[in-house]
């Protein structure tokens, strides 16, 4: 048996940016971006059956989701603030409706397998099945902040190969404003930092796992000092 310690995306995130604990203001905003996400999977799922959800069953499960979410980060809005709230959520839902990421289904989490000893669970928001990633963000993170970059970099080591496209619904402009940037291919010497970086961490906090147990698909790279970059195995085929 080969025992790997695994980690996730996020985990890496988190430990590489640590943030302070959030103020009151961080955690209305953590809110929200809850009940944003699960509004519009709930929306994308609808979608890739054929239905056609009204905006006022959409409406309420935001309202459901975000006094859920405030009641779990221990906050509360005035009246007056909860309707806006709910009147950006509700703008940021028809965006994702009338963008091309709309009814896209969620990729299976693939692991990257580095050194066949830290094994990386990676899942961005969608794919197309084919040839392309994306993920979704509800604030403008055009150019990519230093944390979302990186999430995106181990997301593209997951899917070698694949166009990378960061879609941003900025629930913070008047009217809500769409915008989609091309993630631009990682060089051998980005694909090579990223990697050192997620082993180091993966070492340091995942859980150890019988690797005969972690299910794929895999994608196996190598850390060589002495080799230009490490190079990816052919992913495995689409789910």
Known sequence: MTVV????????????????????KDRVAMAVGKAIDGTVADLGYQLRRGRRPTQSG?????????DEALAENAVALSPAER????????EVVRAYRRSPIAGLA????????I???????????????????????????????????????LFQLAYPGFETLLVCLNRHAQPVETTSYVVPPPTPA??????????DVGQRLGQPKVLEYVEGPFVAYTLAPAAPGPRPASPAPPD
């Not at 309707?83 to 509700?90: C, D, H, I, N």
């Open 5 to 24: 310690r695994t980690i996730a995306v996020h985990e890496i995130v988190r430990d590489v940016f640590p943030r302070p604990p959030p103020e009151e």
């Open 58 to 66: 959409l409406d309420e499960l935001g309202r459901s989701l975000l």
């Open 115 to 153: 050194d066949n000893q830290v094994g990386v669970y990676a899942q961005p928001d969608f794919w197309d099945g084919r040839g392309r990633i994306f993920e979704l963000k509800s604030f403008l993170a055009v150019p990519p902040p230093p944390d979302v970059a990186l999430q995106l970099r």
């Open 106 to 113: 969620r990729p299976k989490t693939r692991v990257c397998l």
């Open 83 to 90: 309707e806006a709230t709910l009147a950006r959520l509700r």
């Open 190 to 199: 980005e694909v090579a930092d990223a990697l050192r970086l997620a082993f």
